[in-house]
């Protein structure tokens, strides 16, 4: 009995090996215009912005003129914001993460509470601003400040790291927990050398990828106020303050040909502090990763 019908299959197998051929063109295509856009990118920002990049750039404020203007205001905003926007988003992403995937009974009120939070994800950032500037800014009085700032980006990032933390968590084998109940460890023991540390290079990866948008959004910032020029440095959560983001939207709305290109500068500032942030959540997921 012939299984196996040859002129069938090398009558089809033609046309299946063109169709293969087509799409992997297509998506070595689309992986290359993705490429040659960010080389492009790339490029323009470094030819225009790295001879205004040095020391004074860093350490100066920010000045009427080219030659005397720096991002040290704007730079030290950012890490303020992030020192406020980090804790306050992790630990209320991941803790919600935890009472939803190992306490919370699975009903229709956990499924609304899921779908509204994977919707909450997709809601454009002006929304959260305005949102900002209704409860932290107006109704709490606190102002342009660097908690009511960080209070509205933590927010933003908010869903992301609750559906990252949430697979994360899920992903962890079930054959894990049962192994450390069957040594007699409470649920609360199994969450935290357990649970959590399998799931951690998944909730790095979501938490660094919320992080890296907080840290360049400019929306919901200008919605709540913050100033374009800031000449002192905040020395506290309730002080007022600006961003790097804020510092190149100003540069590049001035008409001089200098501030478009300390505009390139500020923005390859903001691309080493997010490759920072990168290599150090790589770093860590890779430790945690070959223990798992």
Known sequence: MKLINHTSVVK??????????LFKSLFFAATLFGLLVLGILLYRIFTQGIDYLDMQFLQSLPSRKPEQAGVKTALIGTIWLMAVVTPISLFLGVGTAIYLEE??????FTSFIQVNISNLAGVPSIVFGLLGLTVFVRALSLGTSVLAAGLTMSLLVLPIIIVASQEA?????????????????????TIVHVVLPAAIPGILTGGILALSRAIGETAP???LGLPLFLAFLPKSVFDMFTVLPMQIYNWTGRPQAEF???AAAGIIVLLVMLIIMNSIAVLIRNKYQKRF
């Open 169 to 189: 968590i899920r992903s962890v084998p079930k054959e894990l927990r049962e192994a450390s109940f069957g040594m007699g460890a409470t649920k609360w023991q």
């Open 12 to 21: 089809h197998m033609k046309p299946r090996l063109v169709i293969n051929i």
């Open 260 to 262: 478009q290109s300390l």
């Open 103 to 108: 306490y919370a009974k699975k009903n229709r």
């Open 221 to 223: 910032l200008v919605v």
